[in-house]
């Protein structure tokens, strides 16, 4: 591992040559880093590898083609950020229980503990958990996410964050972080990748820091989502490969975690209003917006009653569980709800994701 270099300046030319984000290089960026970021870029090491590295994993981001650019780009990105920015909060529960498995001990948060949230799209974690956690809990988190849109995003926000596939995590030293979180978005990883892509989580854990791994198991309901209206009614399609119980335990088994726990979470999407009705479209109007389902659109383009009444069948029968096998440990719902909860009304719509958690084990252990 090369040793952090004290002045960049040497490398100006070289990182000025490579594009990392829409309109900004790679020197661009790191001096960004330095001046609103200085935690972030305490943590990145710009020499870890070869410049020509840096250069080909660059080149390799901007020719994939992520589901999560603009709509120019043939993405469905804009509409999922419009929905994430303006209700984030419809996603906590799931969002703050995985949260508490990567933290697990809250009096260990200090300034300098750090977590990386390595699929993190525009940041949803990082306002979630700032939004629902007293300051002193909240830990450092850098949001890291290969699409250039999401990243922008994120950093518009005044969010630490950084573009990197989590199968490349270019500048961050062996034992960076406390925590790193995989979540929601693991099945975009393409299966032969998702090993090293695990093995990159284990690096740059801290010996003792914990990884939380999500996503959804083959057969559930929210696979059946995916599978059927996602593919269906957006125009990027979805055909991805999720995962079984075995898979996930094997990703940290096989790349050296301990304490290793595979279990079921409740991850609802909750929405609040005044009315019932209010929480019945809005909830329904935030999963259209999320998910992009553009081709459910009426002929005119014009979303009406017609298309709430089509979307809440379609939701019922993609999204109803059987009671007896969801997770017992939180309060929930198994099929789309809309009940009164104190003085306001509370639309819900159910989903079970599947977790593993796992730990780098302490130093001492590590050396036998
Ligand atoms: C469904 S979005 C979720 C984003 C965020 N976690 C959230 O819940 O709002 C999935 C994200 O995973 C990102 N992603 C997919 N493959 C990735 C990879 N190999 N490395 C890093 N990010 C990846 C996508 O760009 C996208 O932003």
């Given at each position: 591992m090369s040793q952090k270099p004290d002045n960049l300046e040497s490398m100006r030319d070289e990182f000025s040559?490579?594009?990392?984000l829409p309109g900004m290089n790679a020197w661009e960026y790191l001096t960004m880093c330095r001046e609103r970021h200085p935690a972030l870029y305490r943590r990145?090491?710009?020499?870890?590898?070869p410049v020509e590295h840096v250069a080909r994993l660059y080149e390799g981001v901007a020719e994939l083609a992520t589901h999560f650019e603009g709509k120019l780009e043939s993405g469905r990105g804009d509409s999922y950020r419009k929905a994430q920015n303006d209700n984030?909060?419809?996603?906590?529960v799931g969002f703050l229980r995985i949260f508490d498995l990567a933290v697990p001990d809250r009096a260990a948060v200090s300034a300098d503990f750090a977590v990386l949230d390595s699929l993190g799209g525009n940041g949803t974690l990082t306002r979630i958990v700032r939004d629902s956690l007293p300051a002193a809990q909240v830990p450092y988190i850098i949001t890291s996410d290969v699409s250039g849109r999401m990243i922008e995003s994120a950093l518009a926000q005044g969010l630490p964050a950084i573009r990197q596939p989590l199968q490349d995590l270019v500048w961050f030293d062996d034992c960076t972080f406390d925590a790193v979180i995989v979540a929601y978005g693991t099945h975009h990883i393409p299966p032969e990748e998702r090993a090293r892509a695990m093995a990159e989580a284990y690096r740059v854990l801290k010996p003792g820091g914990h990884v939380v791994l999500q996503d959804f198991e083959i057969g559930c309901p929210t696979t059946d989502w995916y599978d059927k209206v996602l593919d269906r009614y957006t125009l990027t399609g979805h055909k991805y490969e999720y995962f079984t119980r075995q898979q996930f335990e094997d990703l940290l088994d096989g790349n050296s975690f301990e304490d290793i726990n595979v279990l079921d979470v409740y991850d609802p999407f909750i929405l609040y209003a005044d009315d019932p009705k209010k929480a019945r479209l809005g909830l329904l109007e935030y999963i259209f917006t999320l998910f992009a389902?553009?081709?459910?659109?009426p002929g005119g383009g014009v979303p009406d009653e017609r298309l709430w009444d089509e979307l809440e069948a379609i939701v019922r029968e993609t999204s109803t569980f059987d009671p007896a096998r969801m997770p017992a440990d939180a309060p929930h719902v198994s099929e789309f709800t809309v009940a009164r909860d104190g003085d306001r009304y509370r639309a819900e719509i159910p989903r079970v994701c599947l977790v593993a958690t796992g730990r780098r084990p302490p130093v001492d252990a590590a050396r036998g």
């Open positions: 040559r490579i594009a990392v990145l090491n710009p020499a870890r590898v984030y909060l419809i996603r906590a389902l553009e081709k459910l659109l």
